[in-house]
């Protein structure tokens, strides 16, 4: 059975850091490129509540960093270094090596080194810090939305929610329709390309982890304004525009979550530089609505201007 320190040095140290010092010592080292604010977030994945306890640990290691590394692509800023906190039952190396082999393979795509943790024993859990650059001034944080602007998003909502419906066994999802789905909502791809690119286009932005309805509320809470929203340009996924169950697409495509595509407002004197790195990085980019003056809520409107009631207005940890 290998030892703590065995499983660290065997699966979670890579040579030649650039980080001044990294795994080993009782702290890292970080050298910020000169000028630059850090950008600081955490996210936690419980089995059993944020994935199926026995998930595969290839996709379990790519999905726990993206979903933090979709924190640093919202606020616009530049991936760095990773701490991963990770509690085990046991020391099983061929779960542990696959678990490392995910990770790393989405650590390397955006050049994030693991520069340290914590290792313990006890029910699977992962922890994990990344530490991103972002230039002073030059955040996408959440209260910088204002009435006029366009409201942007990248991708569709919607896929991973389906997903789940179907492995909960609320539709039966079949063909490439389910192979999308199960992608997505096991590996995600944080927009971290896009963040970057909307540094000085975007006014405020979100990724979508909880709901399209719910982070919306997010942005328009912290900036103290409304947004209108036009159902029919909401955009679909293959798999959501065929599934004959249209109350659970629904539900799936503005409450659904776990779709981290980002969300973000935008003048309307920018649409063009922003079509513009859509198709730089072929990517969707969909105008699905407009921030307006008025209390933080959405109005979801049907094409003939219809009020539409949201089923749900997202996932809510404590509801
Ligand atoms: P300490 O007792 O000082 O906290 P640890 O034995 O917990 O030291 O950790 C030793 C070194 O290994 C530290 O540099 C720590 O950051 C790193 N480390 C521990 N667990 C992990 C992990 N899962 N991934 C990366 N680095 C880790
Ligand atoms: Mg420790």
Same mark, same amino acid.
């Given at each position: 059975?290998?030892?703590?320190?065995?499983?660290?040095?065997k699966?979670?140290?890579?040579?030649?850091?650039?980080?001044?010092?990294?795994?080993?010592?009782?702290?890292?080292?970080?050298?910020? !490129?000169?000028?630059?604010?850090?950008?600081?977030? %955490?996210?936690?994945?419980?089995a059993?509540?944020?994935?199926?306890?026995?998930?595969?640990?290839?996709?379990?290691?790519?999905?726990?960093?993206?979903?933090?590394?979709?924190d640093?692509?919202?606020?616009? +800023?530049?991936?760095?270094?990773?701490? #991963?906190?990770? +509690?085990?039952?046991?020391?099983?190396?061929e779960?542990?090596a696959?678990?490392?082999?995910?990770?790393?393979?989405?650590?390397?795509?955006?050049?994030?080194?693991?520069?340290?943790?914590?290792?313990? !024993?006890?029910?699977?859990?992962?922890?994990? %810090?990344?530490?991103?650059?972002?230039?002073?001034?030059?955040?996408?944080?959440?209260?910088?939305?204002?009435?006029?602007?366009?409201v942007? =998003?990248?991708?569709?909502?919607?896929?991973?929610?389906?997903?789940?419906?179907?492995? !909960?066994?609320?539709?039966?999802?079949?063909?490439?329709?389910?192979?999308?789905?199960?992608?997505?909502?096991?590996?995600?791809?944080?927009?971290?390309?896009?963040?970057?690119?909307?540094? $000085?286009?975007?006014?405020?932005?979100?990724?979508?982890?909880?709901?399209?309805? +719910?982070? =919306?509320?997010?942005?328009?809470?912290?900036?103290?304004?409304?947004?209108?929203?036009?159902?029919?340009?909401?955009?679909? *996924?293959?798999?959501?525009? $065929?599934? *004959?169950?249209?109350?659970? %697409?629904? /539900?799936?495509? #503005?409450?659904?979550?776990?779709?981290? /595509?980002?969300?973000?407002? *935008?003048?309307?004197? !920018?649409?063009?530089?922003? /079509?513009?790195?859509?198709?730089?990085?072929?990517?969707?980019?969909?105008?699905?609505?407009?921030?307006?003056?008025?209390?933080?809520?959405?109005? =979801?409107?049907?094409?003939?201007?219809? =009020?539409?009631?949201?089923?749900?207005?997202?996932?809510?940890?404590?509801?």
């Amino acid at each position: 059975m290998a030892s703590e320190s065995e499983i660290i040095r065997k699966y979670f140290t890579r040579p030649e850091p650039s980080a001044v010092l990294g795994v080993g010592d009782d702290c890292a080292l970080l050298a910020p !490129k000169p000028g630059m604010m850090l950008a600081v977030s %955490t996210d936690m994945l419980l089995a059993g509540r944020h994935f199926f306890p026995g998930t595969d640990p290839g996709r379990l290691g790519h999905k726990a960093l993206a979903v933090n590394l979709s924190d640093l692509a919202a606020m616009g +800023a530049d991936p760095r270094w990773a701490l #991963l906190a990770i +509690a085990l039952p046991d020391a099983d190396e061929e779960w542990i090596a696959a678990f490392a082999k995910g990770f790393f393979a989405l650590a390397e795509r955006f050049r994030v080194e693991l520069i340290g943790g914590d290792t313990t !024993k006890g029910p699977l859990a992962i922890s994990i %810090t990344v530490i991103g650059e972002v230039p002073p001034g030059l955040a996408l944080r959440r209260d910088g939305a204002l009435a006029g602007d366009d409201v942007w =998003l990248s991708g569709a909502t919607g896929e991973a929610a389906l997903a789940l419906a179907h492995l !909960k066994g609320r539709v039966e999802l079949e063909g490439e329709a389910r192979e999308a789905c199960l992608e997505r909502l096991h590996t995600p791809e944080p927009q971290i390309e896009l963040g970057g690119r909307l540094r $000085g286009l975007a006014r405020s932005a979100i990724d979508v982890s909880d709901g399209l309805l +719910a982070d =919306l509320g997010h942005i328009l809470e912290a900036s103290g304004v409304g947004a209108e929203l036009a159902w029919e340009s909401l955009p679909r *996924a293959r798999a959501i525009a $065929g599934c *004959a169950d249209a109350t659970l %697409t629904a /539900e799936c495509l #503005l409450s659904g979550g776990d779709d981290y /595509e980002l969300l973000f407002t *935008a003048p309307p004197s !920018k649409r063009a530089e922003i /079509e513009a790195v859509g198709r730089d990085l072929a990517l969707s980019l969909t105008r699905i609505g407009t921030a307006v003056a008025g209390e933080p809520v959405v109005a =979801l409107r049907d094409a003939r201007g219809e =009020l539409i009631a949201a089923p749900r207005t997202g996932f809510d940890h404590f509801a």
